[in-house]
Nanobody, 130 residues
């Protein structure tokens, strides 16, 4: 199983910044490739929504509500994705989740296998005070 662990959340005043990190790891085998990573968020009483997603070729897409303020980036060698959040607003308050999809290598009955995966992190709380 691929595990995603987020960090970097916390309490910040409006106008401040936070940088979230998400590291992908496996208990056995290795991660062969990560095809895409994204950040979602879920505020109390609301549905989970996409915040930012990497696109093929190194680009990114953002929700209209964060465009120009948030930046998603990835460090491939560390299987890590970041979300730099600037000019935070109280409406950015939510639990932020990391999502990743790719291929992992493992062994089954002594033979090498490649398995597709899609994983979610446990979430990190971001609270923006006014």
């Amino acid at each position: 199983q691929v595990q995603l662990v987020e960090s970097g959340g916390g309490l910040v005043q409006a106008g401040g910044s936070l940088r979230l990190s998400c590291v992908a790891s496996v208990a056995s085998g290795s991660i062969s490739s990560i095809n895409g990573m994204a950040w979602y968020r879920q505020a109390p009483g609301k549905q989970r929504e996409l915040v930012a997603r990497e696109t093929t070729g190194g680009g990114a897409t953002y929700s209209d509500s964060v465009k120009g303020r948030f930046t998603i980036s990835r460090e491939n060698a560390k299987n890590t994705v970041y979300l730099q959040m600037n000019s935070l607003k109280p409406e950015d308050t939510a639990v932020y989740y990391c999502n990743a999809a790719g291929v992992r290598a493992d062994q089954a009955k002594g033979l090498p296998v490649r398995l597709n995966f899609q994983a979610w992190g446990q979430g990190t709380q971001v609270t923006v005070s006014s």
